[in-house]
């Protein structure tokens, strides 16, 4: 795996967490029930990782500490 293969992913994964998130701040504020607890349902679907995990994750991949991915 390359290491902009991981970045690429992880960024890809934070950014649809965050669009979510802030799709579902919208709902809420404009009181639209149906539309937040859809994106609820679909944020309930995906990877539970969270944030720290996934900047943990891309740090590691990005020193020494992590051995094996970069090849």
């Known amino acids: 795996m390359e290491i902009v293969d991981c970045y690429d992913g992880l960024?890809?994964?934070?950014?649809?967490?965050?669009?979510h998130l802030?799709?579902?701040?919208?709902?809420l504020r404009d009181n639209d029930r149906e539309e937040a607890f859809r994106i609820k349902s679909t944020l309930e679907k995906m990877p539970s990782r969270s944030r720290e995990y996934i900047e943990t994750f891309f740090r590691l991949a990005t020193t020494d500490e992590l051995t094996g991915l970069r090849t």
Not at 11 to 19: G, I, P, R, S, Y
Not at 22 to 27: D, S, V
Request: no cysteine; proline share 0%; charged share 35%.
């Open 11 to 19: 960024h890809a994964e934070m950014k649809t967490l965050d669009d």
């Open 22 to 27: 802030i799709a579902l701040e919208l709902a």
